[in-house]
């Protein structure tokens, strides 16, 4: 099986949203990613740190989906990466109540040897350098590499973040983010901007309004699913990049035709994740509801029309 590489916080969320409030729960950027991954068949690993108040049973549930944790350290005596955060009633705008980075603060990547190799890295959305340092210590060129990032590294770490945007093949950021790093409005602009910047492959996020990806002059657009109840919004678009990455590495083809189907199944997954708090609805979502699923994405994006 083809591996995938997974850089990204393991952490603790507390969500408020209109639904309701938790405590601290499974959250962070990889853990999304591997679990959206795991529906593909692949090897993956997660690099990422944690403290020793990590509870045995969250590692239990990612190893228990075949989840390589050998990259992930355990700082004794440490704490854990905290987030906080309170949804508005659209529940796409939120206030951030708590970031206390805690280990991820000296966080030194080591990836384990037999990921050095890997078919694919996907790059959570951490500080541009640590993404830097996974990069250095791969031993042949993955071929693909897959970058996450937000607007946070664009306001305090520029320099070291378009550094790392050289090197990757697909950058995923959502449409305000790629307005920021490219300073045009248009999406179609912002794209051929990020194009000059490395990228062959520009997909730019737009929440429950779906995804777009741009490749040279091709554009694709995958359509978020309509759904009645949106729970909690928390780690989608990291849902999202795990599908994306996940279908990817598992069919070993990197053409544009396989990048619009990951697209879908990125966006597939996604769906699940937000109808519970955190991770929840991750660790109970079936293949067959990601079938049953796919087909409503069929449904609603495909028609015949007859051109005169």
């Not at 005596?77 to 309170?86: A, D, E, I, Q, V």
């Not at 980075?101 to 040897?113: H, K, Q, R, S, W």
């Not at 699913?225 to 780690?235: H, Y």
């Amino acid at each position: 099986m083809n591996k995938l590489l997974i850089v990204g916080t393991v952490a603790f969320d507390a969500i408020e949203t209109p639904f309701g409030k938790t405590d601290k729960i499974l959250g962070g950027a990889g853990t999304f990613i591997g679990l959206s991954a795991s529906h593909f068949k692949l090897q993956s690993a997660i690099v990422s740190v944690v403290g020793d108040d990590f509870p045995q049973e969250y590692l239990d549930l990612l190893t228990a989906r075949n989840i390589d944790i050998s990259g992930l350290e355990i700082v004794k005596g440490g704490k854990t990466f905290f987030w906080s955060g309170r949804y508005h009633n659209d529940m796409n705008s939120r206030d951030t109540l708590a970031t206390e980075l805690n280990v991820l603060a000296d966080f030194n990547p080591i990836v384990p040897e037999n990921y050095k190799n890997a078919d694919v890295v996907m790059l959570g959305n951490l500080h541009p350098i640590v993404q830097t340092g996974v990069l250095n210590q791969m031993t042949q060129k993955p071929k693909l590499v897959v970058l996450d990032t937000m607007n946070f590294w664009m306001d305090c770490a520029l320099p070291e973040l378009l550094d790392v945007i050289k090197r990757v093949d697909v950058i995923t950021i959502n449409d305000e983010e790629a307005r920021q790093l490219s300073g045009e409005y248009s999406l179609v602009k912002a794209a051929a901007k990020i194009h000059t910047m490395g990228p062959k492959y520009v997909v730019i996020k737009k929440g429950e309004h779906g995804a777009l990806i741009f490749y040279n002059e091709h554009i694709f657009f995958a359509p978020a699913l309509p759904l009645a109840d949106v729970f909690d919004p928390t780690g989608a678009g990291d849902t999202f990049a795990g599908g994306f990455a996940g279908f990817i590495t598992q069919q070993g083809d990197i053409s544009f035709e396989t990048m619009k189907t990951a697209i879908i199944q990125g966006s597939n997954l996604a769906s699940f994740c937000v109808e519970k708090f955190g991770t929840e609805r991750m660790l109970t979502v079936t293949e067959a509801e990601v079938k049953n699923r796919l087909k409503q994405f069929k449904a609603l994006t495909q028609f015949e029309i007859e051109l005169q």
